[in-house]
């Protein structure tokens, strides 16, 4: 019998609406999920369990009182530890804000809020989001779902790991260098990195920075839509924020692939890829690729990303962390140390060189996509690894020059400006969830989402391709 939290969140809410079930039961469900999973594996990192039954209470009362619902109302929400919530424990992962309790939510909250979720609890995440392993001074390691001494990848992976042991029925995230997309990939869920400004970014303290975005995480497509849905937004706060954020409002429905053209990649030919991985990826290509009207195997240009990334990230981190650096060193992690250095090498003509490479990446890649409708490639280079391990540090007996490199596969999309989805594909050679990136220039949210929703539906059709579930039994 499938007990509530198992339910995906569009059903649940569904029910929800139609009194079949109530939002307490859904919350108890999850509650009751966090207790028997989260010692172990540490993916909900606070919480105030008496304030989530209340918050569940207050939302049957709406139910019975006939008010008007929300579309995430009585859903249990994941916030990713980077998010500020009144009232409740928000860190950022950082011993400098140890014991910060805010006294007001920030933009996503109150929006998440404002649809009528439920506010459930803190999911980990490294040190200000700086790091693909989800680990931190404050709280320690997240466990990955199908193997406890793997990592959930991050810096999204309290969120991906609490998703997959259905501790909360939709999470949210946020991506720079694969944040959101690389944690569902290693965790079988789902993930969605919108174009700039369609989830307002207001409380940033670099606000012309379109390469970080929040954005949506659920256990398939429909369910991460529909948290898009409450989060996207028009706010003139956010120098990005645009009017396309109004055009998700529309219902999501499937898409015919046959009149698509798809392009797919290994590498991105700039990538650091596990040789097994790329196997992986080739083979469960082949499996599909035949529902698009045509399908070839290429990649846009992306000249010298890994410089341009380097430059431009570590501008963004000396505006966000450099005051923190200088006065709060000892409290840092090695992570956002590491950044701040690098950063602070670089001077007005790296910064110079760098835009103008970004620009010339960000045309290559327009450029691209007027042959092809979508781009695929593999959520991540590598197979989840050990969470004892910070970082992958060397691919296919090649060391990697910075902890960041193997990454690539995410970060070299970012800086051509893209929307993208992470969709999980079956298991790779070792018996861990593997995933695949779908990826447009920013600007068509829309139609992605229903190619995603279309190529999810395909993958269901095999055991090979279809969402992994962990045996938590």
Known sequence: MTRPCELSASEARKLIGKKKLSSLELTKSCLENVKKFNPKINAIVAIDEYDVIKQATEADKKIKKGDKLGILHGLPIGIKDLNMVKGLRSTSGSLIYKKHIP???????????????????????????????????????????????????????GSAAALALNMVSLANGSDYAGSLRTPAGFCGVTGFRPSPGI??????????????????????????????????????????????ATELLENLVECDLSSFKMAY??????????????????????????????????????????????????????????????SSKKLLGPNVIDNVERGLKFNINDLSWAYREQTKIFKNFRKFFEEFDVL??????????????????????????????????????????????????????????????????????????????????????????????????
């Not at 929006?111 to 680990?135: H, L, M, Q, V």
């Not at 529902?291 to 341009?308: A, G, Q, T, V, Y």
């Not at 380097?310 to 200088?326: A, D, M, Q, T």
């Not at 139609?447 to 539906?457: F, Q, V």
């Open 103 to 157: 006294e007001k939510d920030d933009e996503i909250v109150k929006n998440i809020r404002k649809a009528g979720g439920i506010i459930f609890g803190k999911t980990n995440t490294p040190e200000f989001g700086a790091g693909a392993n989800s680990k931190n001074r404050v709280y320690g390691a997240t466990g990955n779902p199908f193997d406890y001494d793997k990592t959930p990848a991050g810096s999204s992976g």
């Open 376 to 473: 695929i490639c593999p959520s991540a280079s590598v197979s989840p690894f050990p969470h004892e391990k910070l970082f992958v540090d060397e691919i296919n007996g090649e060391r990697m020059p910075n902890y960041t490199r193997w990454l690539a596969l995410s970060y070299a999309p970012t800086m051509a400006l893209p929307c993208a989805w992470s969709l999980p594909c079956g298991l790779d050679n070792l018996n861990m969830p593997f995933g695949i990136q779908l990826i447009t220039p920013a600007g068509n949210d829309l139609k992605l989402s229903k190619i995603a929703l279309a190529i999810e539906n395909a993958l269901q059709m095999s055991k090979k391709t279809k969402r992994p579930i962990p045996e938590i039994n």
């Open 265 to 326: 990649s290994d590498d991105l030919g700039c990538a650091p890829v596990d040789k097994l991985i790329a196997s992986t990826f080739f083979t469960k290509i082949k499996s599909f690729k035949n529902h698009f009207k045509s399908s070839r195997k290429c990649h846009p240009d992306f000249l010298d990303i890994h410089d341009c990334f380097e430059v431009i990230r570590g501008f963004n981190y000396v505006s966000s962390h450099g005051e923190k650096f200088l």
């Open 199 to 244: 989830v307002p970014s207001t409380d940033s303290n670099v606000a012309l920075n379109p390469f970080s975005v929040q954005g949506p995480m659920g256990k398939d497509v429909k369910d991460t839509y529909l948290l898009l849905q409450a989060q996207a937004d028009i706010n003139n706060l956010d120098p990005f924020s645009n009017s396309n």
